[in-house]
Protein backbone atom coordinates (compact mmCIF):
# COMPACT_ATOMS: atom_id res chain seq x y z
CA UNK A 1 0.00 0.00 0.00
CA UNK A 2 1.25 3.40 -1.01
CA UNK A 3 2.25 5.80 2.08
CA UNK A 4 -0.27 8.59 2.36
CA UNK A 5 0.80 11.83 1.19
CA UNK A 6 -1.31 14.81 1.33
CA UNK A 7 0.92 18.00 1.65
CA UNK A 8 0.25 21.24 2.99
CA UNK A 9 0.10 24.59 1.74
CA UNK A 10 2.96 26.01 3.59
CA UNK A 11 5.70 23.36 4.19
CA UNK A 12 8.20 24.27 6.71
CA UNK A 13 12.14 23.39 7.31
CA UNK A 14 11.95 21.59 10.55
CA UNK A 15 14.83 20.56 12.98
CA UNK A 16 13.94 17.18 14.83
CA UNK A 17 16.41 16.69 17.64
CA UNK A 18 16.75 12.80 17.98
CA UNK A 19 16.10 9.79 15.77
CA UNK A 20 14.57 6.96 18.26
CA UNK A 21 10.62 6.07 17.90
CA UNK A 22 9.63 9.54 18.36
CA UNK A 23 11.69 11.60 16.20
CA UNK A 24 11.49 8.98 13.12
CA UNK A 25 7.48 9.02 13.64
CA UNK A 26 7.70 13.01 13.78
CA UNK A 27 10.04 12.83 10.65
CA UNK A 28 7.93 10.20 8.61
CA UNK A 29 4.76 12.08 8.90
CA UNK A 30 5.92 15.43 8.64
CA UNK A 31 7.68 14.62 5.60
CA UNK A 32 4.47 13.21 4.12
CA UNK A 33 2.80 16.35 4.55
CA UNK A 34 5.85 18.22 2.54
CA UNK A 35 7.72 19.65 5.67
CA UNK A 36 11.69 19.58 4.97
CA UNK A 37 12.80 17.76 7.44
CA UNK A 38 16.79 17.10 8.89
CA UNK A 39 17.20 14.54 12.13
CA UNK A 40 19.96 14.87 14.31
CA UNK A 41 21.08 11.49 15.83
CA UNK A 42 23.71 11.62 18.07
CA UNK A 43 24.60 7.98 17.98
CA UNK A 44 27.12 7.40 14.67
CA UNK A 45 26.30 4.40 13.45
CA UNK A 46 25.47 2.28 10.00
CA UNK A 47 22.10 1.17 9.48
CA UNK A 48 22.98 -3.04 9.25
CA UNK A 49 21.63 -4.95 6.21
CA UNK A 50 19.66 -7.23 8.56
CA UNK A 51 17.22 -6.95 11.14
CA UNK A 52 18.77 -9.75 12.91
CA UNK A 53 22.24 -7.74 11.94
CA UNK A 54 20.11 -4.71 13.83
CA UNK A 55 19.47 -6.87 17.20
CA UNK A 56 22.86 -8.53 17.69
CA UNK A 57 25.35 -5.82 16.53
CA UNK A 58 23.60 -2.16 16.41
CA UNK A 59 25.33 0.43 18.98
CA UNK A 60 22.18 2.21 19.65
CA UNK A 61 23.76 3.77 23.07
CA UNK A 62 21.63 6.34 22.98
CA UNK A 63 18.53 4.06 23.66
CA UNK A 64 19.65 2.00 26.43
CA UNK A 65 16.26 0.30 26.54
CA UNK A 66 17.27 -1.26 22.79
CA UNK A 67 17.43 -4.47 23.61
CA UNK A 68 14.53 -5.00 26.11
CA UNK A 69 10.57 -6.07 25.39
CA UNK A 70 8.50 -4.40 23.51
CA UNK A 71 4.93 -4.93 21.86
CA UNK A 72 3.26 -2.17 19.83
CA UNK A 73 -0.24 -1.62 21.17
CA UNK A 74 -3.54 -1.34 18.67
CA UNK A 75 -3.11 3.02 18.85
CA UNK A 76 0.52 2.72 17.30
CA UNK A 77 -0.70 0.57 14.35
CA UNK A 78 -3.91 2.20 13.74
CA UNK A 79 -1.41 5.43 13.20
CA UNK A 80 1.06 3.33 11.03
CA UNK A 81 -1.95 1.72 9.11
CA UNK A 82 -3.23 5.37 7.94
CA UNK A 83 -0.41 6.71 7.54
CA UNK A 84 2.89 4.62 7.02
CA UNK A 85 1.22 1.40 5.71
CA UNK A 86 4.74 0.42 4.16
CA UNK A 87 5.69 0.74 7.79
CA UNK A 88 3.86 -2.56 8.94
CA UNK A 89 4.08 -4.03 5.51
CA UNK A 90 7.98 -3.58 6.05
CA UNK A 91 7.22 -5.39 9.60
CA UNK A 92 5.24 -7.97 8.40
CA UNK A 93 8.07 -9.15 5.86
CA UNK A 94 10.42 -9.20 8.70
CA UNK A 95 7.89 -11.64 10.75
CA UNK A 96 6.61 -9.61 13.11
CA UNK A 97 3.79 -11.02 15.30
CA UNK A 98 0.97 -9.50 14.51
CA UNK A 99 -2.25 -10.36 16.84
CA UNK A 100 -5.40 -9.87 15.92
CA UNK A 101 -8.57 -9.88 18.25
CA UNK A 102 -9.42 -13.82 16.59
CA UNK A 103 -6.43 -14.84 17.76
CA UNK A 104 -6.66 -13.86 20.90
CA UNK A 105 -9.96 -13.68 22.52
CA UNK A 106 -9.85 -16.31 25.69
CA UNK A 107 -11.11 -19.69 25.19
CA UNK A 108 -13.92 -18.92 27.51
CA UNK A 109 -15.61 -16.67 25.53
CA UNK A 110 -18.25 -18.55 23.85
CA UNK A 111 -19.66 -15.82 21.74
CA UNK A 112 -16.75 -15.98 18.75
CA UNK A 113 -18.57 -14.22 16.22
CA UNK A 114 -16.88 -10.98 14.60
CA UNK A 115 -17.78 -7.48 15.77
CA UNK A 116 -17.35 -4.12 13.98
CA UNK A 117 -14.39 -2.28 14.84
CA UNK A 118 -12.57 -5.93 15.27
CA UNK A 119 -10.11 -4.57 12.27
CA UNK A 120 -8.24 -1.94 14.83
CA UNK A 121 -8.09 -4.73 17.46
CA UNK A 122 -4.41 -5.47 16.65
CA UNK A 123 -1.28 -5.54 18.44
CA UNK A 124 2.31 -5.94 16.99
CA UNK A 125 4.94 -8.46 18.40
CA UNK A 126 8.57 -7.61 16.93
CA UNK A 127 11.82 -6.79 18.78
CA UNK A 128 12.16 -2.97 19.38
CA UNK A 129 15.56 -2.78 17.41
CA UNK A 130 13.03 -4.40 14.25
CA UNK A 131 10.94 -1.61 14.65
CA UNK A 132 13.67 0.89 14.87
CA UNK A 133 15.57 -0.60 11.65
CA UNK A 134 12.18 -0.72 9.55
CA UNK A 135 11.79 2.92 10.38
CA UNK A 136 15.23 4.08 10.22
CA UNK A 137 14.87 2.46 6.19
CA UNK A 138 11.87 4.01 5.98
CA UNK A 139 12.76 7.31 6.89
CA UNK A 140 15.98 7.89 5.46
CA UNK A 141 14.82 6.83 2.25
CA UNK A 142 11.96 9.09 2.68
CA UNK A 143 12.02 12.54 -0.03
CA UNK A 144 12.47 15.46 2.04
CA UNK A 145 13.96 13.83 4.99
CA UNK A 146 18.00 14.53 5.68
CA UNK A 147 19.43 12.34 8.47
CA UNK A 148 22.67 13.73 10.73
CA UNK A 149 23.90 10.83 12.37
CA UNK A 150 26.74 11.58 14.81
CA UNK A 151 25.35 15.10 15.24
CA UNK A 152 24.66 16.09 19.24
CA UNK A 153 22.34 18.61 19.47
CA UNK A 154 23.81 20.58 22.43
CA UNK A 155 20.80 23.54 22.76
CA UNK A 156 18.56 26.13 21.63
CA UNK A 157 19.06 29.19 19.35
CA UNK A 158 16.62 31.36 20.29
CA UNK A 159 14.99 35.04 20.49
CA UNK A 160 14.06 35.34 24.03
CA UNK A 161 11.79 32.81 24.28
CA UNK A 162 10.83 32.32 20.48
CA UNK A 163 13.27 29.53 19.44
CA UNK A 164 14.89 29.53 15.81
CA UNK A 165 17.29 27.06 15.45
CA UNK A 166 19.43 24.50 17.51
CA UNK A 167 22.90 24.69 18.54
CA UNK A 168 25.28 21.80 17.95
CA UNK A 169 27.69 20.67 20.09
CA UNK A 170 30.38 21.38 17.57
CA UNK A 171 29.35 24.90 18.48
CA UNK A 172 28.15 25.22 14.51
CA UNK A 173 23.95 26.57 15.16
CA UNK A 174 21.27 25.37 12.39
CA UNK A 175 18.20 27.69 11.63
CA UNK A 176 14.59 26.00 11.53
CA UNK A 177 11.40 27.34 11.20
CA UNK A 178 10.53 24.62 14.21
CA UNK A 179 12.55 22.62 16.42
CA UNK A 180 10.72 19.42 17.43
CA UNK A 181 12.71 17.94 20.56
CA UNK A 182 12.07 13.87 20.67
CA UNK A 183 15.81 13.01 22.93
CA UNK A 184 13.86 10.98 25.05
CA UNK A 185 13.62 10.20 29.02
CA UNK A 186 17.56 11.55 29.56
CA UNK A 187 17.03 14.58 27.38
CA UNK A 188 18.62 17.85 29.16
CA UNK A 189 15.63 19.94 26.89
CA UNK A 190 14.54 21.40 30.19
CA UNK A 191 17.72 22.45 30.94
CA UNK A 192 17.73 24.18 27.03
CA UNK A 193 14.54 25.82 27.96
CA UNK A 194 15.99 27.09 31.51
CA UNK A 195 18.43 28.49 29.59
CA UNK A 196 16.26 30.70 27.52
CA UNK A 197 15.40 32.45 30.64
CA UNK A 198 11.65 32.84 30.18
CA UNK A 199 9.64 34.00 32.48
CA UNK A 200 7.34 30.95 32.10
CA UNK A 201 9.30 27.60 33.14
CA UNK A 202 8.04 24.03 31.99
CA UNK A 203 6.66 21.74 35.24
CA UNK A 204 7.46 18.26 35.70
CA UNK A 205 5.79 15.41 37.66
CA UNK A 206 7.27 12.31 38.43
CA UNK A 207 6.67 9.13 40.32
CA UNK A 208 7.69 5.79 40.63
CA UNK A 209 7.26 3.04 38.53
CA UNK A 210 8.36 0.45 41.29
CA UNK A 211 9.89 -1.95 39.23
CA UNK A 212 13.10 -3.32 37.20
CA UNK A 213 12.77 -4.71 33.94
CA UNK A 214 14.73 -7.91 33.06
CA UNK A 215 14.97 -9.32 29.55
CA UNK A 216 16.16 -12.33 27.88
CA UNK A 217 15.52 -13.11 24.14
CA UNK A 218 15.43 -16.82 22.51
CA UNK A 219 15.51 -18.13 19.10
CA UNK A 220 12.74 -20.99 17.58
CA UNK A 221 14.80 -23.76 16.65
CA UNK A 222 14.39 -24.68 13.11
CA UNK A 223 10.72 -26.53 12.42
CA UNK A 224 9.49 -25.05 15.85
CA UNK A 225 6.54 -22.30 16.36
CA UNK A 226 5.15 -20.69 19.80
CA UNK A 227 1.40 -21.55 20.39
CA UNK A 228 -0.36 -17.98 19.90
CA UNK A 229 -1.41 -17.69 22.98
CA UNK A 230 -3.03 -20.79 25.39
CA UNK A 231 -5.74 -20.44 27.71
CA UNK A 232 -3.11 -19.22 30.82
CA UNK A 233 -2.03 -16.66 28.46
CA UNK A 234 1.66 -15.39 28.42
CA UNK A 235 2.42 -13.76 31.62
CA UNK A 236 1.35 -12.77 35.03
CA UNK A 237 1.58 -11.96 38.45
CA UNK A 238 2.70 -13.83 40.97
CA UNK A 239 2.02 -10.78 43.83
CA UNK A 240 5.27 -10.32 44.07
CA UNK A 241 6.55 -10.28 41.09
CA UNK A 242 5.43 -9.94 37.33
CA UNK A 243 6.63 -11.93 34.44
CA UNK A 244 5.21 -11.93 30.75
CA UNK A 245 6.56 -13.69 27.06
CA UNK A 246 6.61 -11.47 24.52
CA UNK A 247 6.20 -12.29 20.60
CA UNK A 248 8.92 -11.19 18.13
CA UNK A 249 10.21 -11.36 14.98
CA UNK A 250 12.53 -13.51 12.93
CA UNK A 251 11.55 -16.69 15.10
CA UNK A 252 12.50 -14.90 18.36
CA UNK A 253 10.63 -14.21 21.21
CA UNK A 254 11.40 -12.92 24.97
CA UNK A 255 10.33 -13.59 28.36
CA UNK A 256 10.39 -10.36 30.75
CA UNK A 257 10.28 -9.89 34.76
CA UNK A 258 8.81 -7.07 36.36
CA UNK A 259 11.11 -6.88 39.91
CA UNK A 260 9.76 -4.91 42.25
CA UNK A 261 12.17 -2.33 43.44
CA UNK A 262 11.55 -2.94 47.10
CA UNK A 263 12.94 -6.73 46.30
CA UNK A 264 16.92 -6.51 45.87
CA UNK A 265 16.84 -10.43 46.22
CA UNK A 266 14.83 -11.19 43.24
CA UNK A 267 17.68 -9.34 41.19
CA UNK A 268 19.57 -12.58 41.47
CA UNK A 269 17.34 -13.02 38.61
CA UNK A 270 20.51 -11.36 36.53
CA UNK A 271 21.80 -14.59 36.75
CA UNK A 272 21.18 -17.07 33.38
CA UNK A 273 20.83 -20.33 35.65
CA UNK A 274 18.51 -18.95 38.11
CA UNK A 275 16.68 -17.15 35.50
CA UNK A 276 16.18 -20.61 33.37
CA UNK A 277 15.49 -22.14 36.78
CA UNK A 278 12.45 -19.35 37.29
CA UNK A 279 11.17 -19.06 34.00
CA UNK A 280 10.38 -22.85 34.30
CA UNK A 281 8.53 -22.73 37.05
CA UNK A 282 5.50 -20.55 35.49
CA UNK A 283 3.06 -22.43 34.31
CA UNK A 284 2.04 -19.64 31.60
CA UNK A 285 4.92 -19.85 30.16
CA UNK A 286 5.13 -24.13 29.86
CA UNK A 287 5.12 -23.37 26.12
CA UNK A 288 7.58 -21.30 25.91
CA UNK A 289 10.19 -22.96 28.21
CA UNK A 290 9.26 -26.55 26.32
CA UNK A 291 12.92 -28.62 26.06
CA UNK A 292 13.92 -28.19 22.63
CA UNK A 293 11.88 -25.31 21.26
CA UNK A 294 14.43 -22.44 21.50
CA UNK A 295 17.71 -21.23 22.33
CA UNK A 296 18.77 -18.15 24.58
CA UNK A 297 20.39 -14.92 22.16
CA UNK A 298 21.23 -12.90 25.17
CA UNK A 299 22.03 -13.01 28.65
CA UNK A 300 19.77 -11.06 30.65
CA UNK A 301 19.73 -7.35 29.92
CA UNK A 302 18.39 -5.33 33.03
CA UNK A 303 17.27 -1.47 33.19
CA UNK A 304 16.02 0.31 36.39
CA UNK A 305 14.78 3.88 37.07
CA UNK A 306 12.05 3.42 35.38
CA UNK A 307 9.26 6.39 35.81
CA UNK A 308 6.23 7.89 35.18
CA UNK A 309 6.93 11.57 34.19
CA UNK A 310 4.66 13.99 32.42
CA UNK A 311 6.02 17.17 31.67
CA UNK A 312 4.20 20.38 30.43
CA UNK A 313 5.44 23.25 28.02
CA UNK A 314 2.27 25.69 28.28
CA UNK A 315 1.96 26.70 31.56
CA UNK A 316 -1.41 28.96 33.08
CA UNK A 317 -1.81 29.03 29.24
CA UNK A 318 1.31 30.35 28.00
CA UNK A 319 3.94 28.66 26.11
CA UNK A 320 7.33 28.33 27.49
CA UNK A 321 8.41 28.73 24.54
CA UNK A 322 7.62 28.85 20.46
CA UNK A 323 8.87 27.33 17.95
CA UNK A 324 9.43 24.08 19.84
CA UNK A 325 7.72 21.12 20.44
CA UNK A 326 8.94 18.53 22.63
CA UNK A 327 7.52 14.78 21.96
CA UNK A 328 7.72 11.30 22.94
CA UNK A 329 9.41 10.07 26.15
CA UNK A 330 11.39 13.39 26.72
CA UNK A 331 7.54 15.08 27.33
CA UNK A 332 5.94 12.18 29.05
CA UNK A 333 6.83 8.72 29.77
CA UNK A 334 4.57 5.53 31.51
CA UNK A 335 5.32 2.53 33.02
CA UNK A 336 6.81 0.66 30.35
CA UNK A 337 4.96 -2.86 31.62
CA UNK A 338 2.02 -1.30 30.21
CA UNK A 339 3.72 -1.28 27.11
CA UNK A 340 2.27 2.66 25.36
CA UNK A 341 5.81 4.42 25.04
CA UNK A 342 5.99 3.93 21.04
CA UNK A 343 2.02 4.66 21.10
CA UNK A 344 2.39 7.73 23.15
CA UNK A 345 5.35 8.92 20.68
CA UNK A 346 2.76 8.03 17.88
CA UNK A 347 -0.06 9.90 19.12
CA UNK A 348 2.84 13.20 19.71
CA UNK A 349 3.75 12.86 16.21
CA UNK A 350 -0.02 12.60 14.39
CA UNK A 351 -0.60 15.55 16.72
CA UNK A 352 2.17 17.51 15.59
CA UNK A 353 0.93 16.96 12.04
CA UNK A 354 -2.92 18.17 12.80
CA UNK A 355 -1.21 20.69 14.59
CA UNK A 356 1.04 22.33 11.46
CA UNK A 357 -1.70 21.80 9.38
CA UNK A 358 -4.30 23.99 11.11
CA UNK A 359 -1.59 26.46 12.47
CA UNK A 360 1.07 26.73 9.81
CA UNK A 361 3.85 29.38 11.03
CA UNK A 362 1.43 30.49 14.10
CA UNK A 363 3.94 29.25 16.47
CA UNK A 364 1.59 30.04 19.92
CA UNK A 365 -1.58 28.03 18.05
CA UNK A 366 0.99 24.98 17.32
CA UNK A 367 2.59 25.29 20.98
CA UNK A 368 -1.26 25.70 22.44
CA UNK A 369 -2.57 22.78 20.02
CA UNK A 370 0.34 20.62 21.41
CA UNK A 371 -0.64 20.94 24.81
CA UNK A 372 -4.18 20.12 24.08
CA UNK A 373 -3.67 16.96 22.77
CA UNK A 374 -0.85 16.46 25.85
CA UNK A 375 -3.95 17.10 28.09
CA UNK A 376 -6.56 15.22 26.25
CA UNK A 377 -4.96 11.93 24.41
CA UNK A 378 -2.52 11.18 26.40
CA UNK A 379 -2.73 12.61 30.22
CA UNK A 380 -5.41 10.23 30.90
CA UNK A 381 -3.22 7.20 30.40
CA UNK A 382 -0.24 8.81 32.17
CA UNK A 383 -3.00 9.08 35.45
CA UNK A 384 -3.57 5.58 35.14
CA UNK A 385 -0.54 4.19 34.88
CA UNK A 386 0.90 6.51 38.22
CA UNK A 387 -2.48 5.49 39.92
CA UNK A 388 -1.92 1.49 39.28
CA UNK A 389 2.06 2.07 40.35
CA UNK A 390 0.79 3.62 43.19
CA UNK A 391 -1.20 0.58 44.34
CA UNK A 392 1.45 -1.83 43.22
CA UNK A 393 4.20 -0.20 45.33
CA UNK A 394 2.22 0.20 48.42
CA UNK A 395 1.62 -3.68 48.02
CA UNK A 396 4.66 -4.74 47.03
CA UNK A 397 6.05 -2.84 50.08
CA UNK A 398 3.90 -4.59 53.04
CA UNK A 399 4.06 -7.68 51.68
CA UNK A 400 7.99 -7.43 51.41
CA UNK A 401 7.74 -5.82 55.17
CA UNK A 402 5.33 -8.02 56.59
CA UNK A 403 2.86 -5.14 57.53
CA UNK A 404 -1.00 -5.12 56.78
CA UNK A 405 -1.80 -4.25 53.11
CA UNK A 406 -3.11 -0.50 52.18
CA UNK A 407 -6.75 -1.30 52.10
CA UNK A 408 -8.12 0.41 49.25
CA UNK A 409 -5.10 -1.11 47.20
CA UNK A 410 -5.98 -4.26 48.19
CA UNK A 411 -9.58 -4.08 47.50
CA UNK A 412 -8.85 -2.38 43.86
CA UNK A 413 -6.49 -5.12 43.10
CA UNK A 414 -9.31 -8.14 44.19
CA UNK A 415 -11.68 -6.45 41.82
CA UNK A 416 -9.09 -5.89 39.13
CA UNK A 417 -8.04 -9.15 38.89
CA UNK A 418 -11.25 -11.36 40.62
CA UNK A 419 -13.82 -9.20 38.96
CA UNK A 420 -12.88 -7.19 35.88
CA UNK A 421 -9.98 -9.54 34.36
CA UNK A 422 -11.98 -12.26 35.25
CA UNK A 423 -15.78 -10.87 33.37
CA UNK A 424 -12.57 -10.28 30.00
CA UNK A 425 -12.48 -14.22 30.17
CA UNK A 426 -15.95 -15.13 29.30
CA UNK A 427 -17.55 -11.91 27.95
CA UNK A 428 -16.37 -10.64 24.50
CA UNK A 429 -17.96 -7.16 25.05
CA UNK A 430 -15.44 -6.65 28.47
CA UNK A 431 -12.83 -8.39 26.51
CA UNK A 432 -13.29 -5.63 23.55
CA UNK A 433 -13.52 -2.68 25.99
CA UNK A 434 -10.48 -3.73 28.06
CA UNK A 435 -8.36 -4.23 25.08
CA UNK A 436 -9.67 -0.88 23.50
CA UNK A 437 -8.20 1.03 26.90
CA UNK A 438 -5.58 -1.20 27.43
CA UNK A 439 -4.26 -0.14 23.83
CA UNK A 440 -4.99 3.58 23.52
CA UNK A 441 -7.94 3.24 21.25
CA UNK A 442 -10.16 4.28 23.72
CA UNK A 443 -9.65 6.88 26.96
CA UNK A 444 -9.11 4.77 30.10
CA UNK A 445 -11.57 6.26 32.01
CA UNK A 446 -13.99 4.75 29.85
CA UNK A 447 -13.88 1.68 30.42
CA UNK A 448 -15.06 1.86 34.33
CA UNK A 449 -17.54 4.20 33.14
CA UNK A 450 -19.33 1.44 30.67
CA UNK A 451 -22.36 0.53 33.00
CA UNK A 452 -22.16 -3.05 31.20
CA UNK A 453 -18.25 -3.36 32.01
CA UNK A 454 -18.98 -2.28 35.59
CA UNK A 455 -22.19 -5.12 35.48
CA UNK A 456 -19.76 -7.67 34.26
CA UNK A 457 -16.69 -7.19 36.58
CA UNK A 458 -19.11 -6.56 39.96
CA UNK A 459 -20.66 -10.17 38.63
CA UNK A 460 -17.96 -11.74 38.23
CA UNK A 461 -16.95 -10.20 41.72
CA UNK A 462 -19.51 -11.41 43.30
CA UNK A 463 -19.32 -14.80 42.45
CA UNK A 464 -15.19 -15.11 43.13
CA UNK A 465 -16.03 -17.61 45.92
CA UNK A 466 -18.20 -19.90 43.80
CA UNK A 467 -15.89 -20.21 41.28
CA UNK A 468 -12.92 -23.08 41.63
CA UNK A 469 -9.54 -22.29 42.50
CA UNK A 470 -7.49 -20.97 39.77
CA UNK A 471 -4.22 -22.97 38.76
CA UNK A 472 -1.34 -21.79 40.30
CA UNK A 473 0.95 -19.45 38.00
CA UNK A 474 4.32 -20.27 39.86
CA UNK A 475 5.45 -20.54 43.18
CA UNK A 476 5.63 -18.84 46.07
CA UNK A 477 8.52 -16.26 46.83
CA UNK A 478 10.50 -17.94 49.10
CA UNK A 479 10.50 -21.47 46.72
CA UNK A 480 11.41 -19.27 43.73
CA UNK A 481 14.36 -17.82 45.91
CA UNK A 482 14.91 -21.46 46.83
CA UNK A 483 14.74 -22.76 43.12
CA UNK A 484 16.93 -20.01 41.61
CA UNK A 485 19.35 -20.68 44.56
CA UNK A 486 20.11 -24.19 43.80
CA UNK A 487 20.39 -23.20 40.21
CA UNK A 488 22.94 -20.33 40.58
CA UNK A 489 24.52 -21.15 44.11
CA UNK A 490 25.17 -17.24 45.81
CA UNK A 491 29.27 -16.01 45.10
CA UNK A 492 30.01 -19.51 42.48
C1 LIG B 1 12.37 -1.32 29.54
C2 LIG B 1 11.46 -0.63 28.57
C3 LIG B 1 10.47 -1.37 27.89
C4 LIG B 1 9.59 -0.71 27.04
N1 LIG B 1 8.59 -1.43 26.42
C5 LIG B 1 7.74 -0.79 25.57
C6 LIG B 1 6.73 -1.52 24.88
O1 LIG B 1 6.53 -2.73 25.05
N2 LIG B 1 5.93 -0.82 24.02
C7 LIG B 1 6.07 0.52 23.81
O2 LIG B 1 5.32 1.09 23.02
N3 LIG B 1 7.02 1.22 24.47
C8 LIG B 1 7.85 0.61 25.33
N4 LIG B 1 8.82 1.32 25.98
C9 LIG B 1 8.88 2.78 25.79
C10 LIG B 1 9.55 3.13 24.47
O3 LIG B 1 10.76 2.44 24.30
C11 LIG B 1 9.82 4.64 24.48
O4 LIG B 1 8.64 5.30 24.81
C12 LIG B 1 10.32 5.11 23.14
O5 LIG B 1 11.61 4.61 22.88
C13 LIG B 1 10.38 6.65 23.15
O6 LIG B 1 10.95 7.09 21.96
P1 LIG B 1 11.81 8.44 21.97
O7 LIG B 1 12.13 8.68 20.55
O8 LIG B 1 11.12 9.47 22.76
O9 LIG B 1 13.13 8.09 22.74
P2 LIG B 1 14.33 7.04 22.30
O10 LIG B 1 13.70 5.98 21.48
O11 LIG B 1 14.99 6.76 23.55
O12 LIG B 1 15.21 7.91 21.32
C14 LIG B 1 15.88 9.08 21.70
C15 LIG B 1 16.92 9.34 20.62
O13 LIG B 1 17.44 10.66 20.76
C16 LIG B 1 18.86 10.63 20.56
N5 LIG B 1 19.38 11.80 21.27
C17 LIG B 1 19.25 12.06 22.59
N6 LIG B 1 19.81 13.26 22.87
C18 LIG B 1 20.29 13.75 21.70
C19 LIG B 1 20.97 14.96 21.35
N7 LIG B 1 21.26 15.87 22.27
N8 LIG B 1 21.30 15.14 20.06
C20 LIG B 1 21.01 14.21 19.11
N9 LIG B 1 20.38 13.05 19.40
C21 LIG B 1 20.02 12.84 20.67
C22 LIG B 1 19.27 9.29 21.16
O14 LIG B 1 20.51 8.85 20.65
C23 LIG B 1 18.11 8.40 20.71
O15 LIG B 1 18.35 7.85 19.44
C24 LIG B 1 9.70 0.69 26.84
C25 LIG B 1 10.68 1.42 27.51
C26 LIG B 1 11.54 0.77 28.38
C27 LIG B 1 12.55 1.59 29.14
Request: glycine residues 10%; hydrophobic residues 45%; negative net charge.
Amino acid sequence: MSPHRDPVAVPQDIAVVGGGIAGMLAALLLARDGHRITVFERDDTDLPETADEAFEQWDRRGAPHARQSHALLARLRRILKDRAPDVLEMLAEQGATELTVERILPPGIEDRAPRPGDEELVLWCCRRLTIEWVLRRVVTAEPGVMWRRGVAVDGLVADGTDVRGIRLADGSEVLADLVVVGGGRNSPVMDWIAALGGKVQPTEEESEAGIIYLSRFYRLRDGHELPVLTERGAGGDLGYLGFAGFYGDNGTFSITFGVPTVDRELLALRDVDAWEAAVRTLSPLEPWTADGLADPITDVEAMARLTNRIRRFVVDGEPVATGLVVIGDAALTTNPWYGKGCSQAGIAAEALSAALREHGRDRVGVALAMDESMRRDLEPHYVVSCLQDADRIKLHTSSHEGSEPDPVAAATRDFIINGLLEATRVDADVFRAFFRSFNMLDDPTALLADPQVLAAAGAAHAAKDQRPPQPKLGPAREELLSVMASAAPLGR
